[in-house]
């Protein structure tokens, strides 16, 4: 293996609780092979493209650091939602972002993200393979979405599901605290706009929420109040969780009954949320419960006080990989993980032709997805269990976890 | 000090994330003195009008529960919000307290809550003083709003304000992911009904959000329209903390503009919600600035995976001592914490008459709210930081923190 210049990594995408330790990973890796010059995109292949450029070095210095990066939330490098345009007519932007890497002599690109970002993994190896380019174009998952192809599952995720399983875990408790003496219902929201595995992990809480509710089944809203009535009769605290993209058989999004939002994000999408209001306040209204709604929203992603370590490992390691990867040559590719068994959980690395994973959504199985689409059954405890096992506890400082953050030196 | 009979210990109110801390330290104090049978309320004072009592001691049986104890989120005895009426015309409700007291011989009355449960044990020691009953009744302080009086602070805000601050941390360096390429705004809605303490537990984050509305102050929408437009031509992330009972200069809550709802709880209080999503439409409508909310909910009195040790240990000595003070004779009062000294945070115990402690509200001094009320000063952030200091690690199982709950045996 034989190091030809300098490398590059950038953060892509709405962050994740571990988007930072795949960072940390690549930058050891880098710093372990001896590459001279590692830089950061500062906000992706957006700010790229203005030559935004961050020297690693002097911002991530020692071991110390590293652990702190493990444990900062957000996009340390910042990120961005852009899309690269088609190749065909749009010449320019690819020429631009090939002669920047020359300027700076990268050779190695790493980019970190969903299948959106992964789709500029492709788009760029596409067109170095296309106008015989030497650089290398690796691609390091990241969702808490864990809707990537080919991997078993992606980093960020395991650190969500175990934040949204113990949150649930004491709302469960909280919602309980009156017993007998007063019925209440809690409709809890969760992310996931098309791939329920974010809601799924609401099963992993252990006192588990009553029903669960994923995107991959029609919703019927009838059904659903006829069996918060049912378990009104039975129970007086009632948990929900539902994923912010359920639809009516009909295709339209339930969030879409409620007057919710029709705003798009960057990438284009629908942004989804008021589901859980929307429900809550039918459930009061059909049978009487009492009931309100908890949106988890942005802590799904950005709560590192409550990381899964295994999460941060792989995250980490997939980092590293795929810096050594594009070391010896590899290029389109990303990083996959591919579970040798699950108990003991052992787990091997491997990568994948880029082409068969970006754009490409993976959702949670049906037959997992039991009880006419209320619950999820226990091959997805087994599957997801072990994502959310250990941890790693933030290092306080008056009071609230420490991170670390860009400073204003080491800007290139 | 001799021990002539029974004790019983009795969760009121929503609860905090240190209630049971409390009830640790009054089960250890019973245990202690040798009192025969500890018991509790199963739902508070409610429960036990309908003599539905628990043998603590079959349920916190060693120092490995207690440790749980410390550990668990909302209330381990279950909760009630059930005021009780007014002595004159309704004796047969207190003869009945009394009666069911003398039949398991309980001498010692403890009650944790916050106003409307202190009214509670006032009202008890009262009708005991006028019919010669030599029960004792004592207070334990308890609210996340932290708006009892006299004594410093309150046992269960500085674990709430410590979610806050976290929660708040992480939320602002996710809103910057995108840096200059998008501008975007985040409401952060706080719990606080009338009292901004917790919405002032913002300001501890450290990297500290832009603008914190207190209840305290008159809100002025349109104002408020103008910083955040101001605050947009200067940077792209925008955090503001508000609370829920943020209040017109008309009278009206902010969120009755938004069609909140106004539904009533358990003590009659008018149900405050909906103000964090009202704000952030109004930013989009007025300034064009793309805006979203966040409401914290009830994950502000239930993440006991993120406690403040300080809040663990006064929580604990305040059910101690009440349960000591109790022993030695003390009757109608609420533990009081005294603060010696902030650097080094040094503070000593009390107890206090409840008649002037029940119903009433104590609210943030207006003095330590700044910049035409869109900020708290230095001394607010003098003022709490020490309570949110320390740390208490969950013990985790399966990879979400564990619990302890009421078993089914050990029910009288």
Redesign the interface.
Known sequence: MSIKGNIIIGQSG??TAVINSSLAGAIDAAKDAGVKKIYGM??GI??FLNEDIIDLRKHVKNSQDVSLLKR????FL?????KLPKIEGNEEVYEKIFSILEKYDIQYFLYNGGNDSMDTVKMLSDYAAAHGKTQRFMGIPKTIDNDLPVTDHCPGYGSAA?YI???L???I??????????TSA?IVEIMGRHAGWLTAAAA???NSPDLIYLPEVDFDPDDFVKRVGELAKEKNSIVIAVSEGIKLADGRFVCELSGGSD?LD?FGHKQL?GVGAFLASLITEKTGV?A?S??F???Q??????V?RTDVDEAYNAGYLAAQKAFEGNTGEMITIKVESRRPYLVSYDSFDIHQVANVERKVPLEWIINDGTYVSDEFIEYA?PL????I?PY?S????Q?I?LSKEGKE
Chains 1, 2 share one sequence.
């Open positions: 709405g962050p500062h906000y957006e700010g900062t939330p957000s996009a910042g990120s961005c939602r852009y175990k399983a113990t949150s875990k004491e709302i408790a909280d919602n309980d605290s009156y017993g007998p003496y007063r809690v992993l809480a252990n705003r960057g949320s009492k309100r908890i949106e929203s942005t802590l992603r950005c709560a590192s006080h409550v899964s269990r959310i096992m250990g941890q506890e306080y008056a009071g609230v976890p991170h953050s």
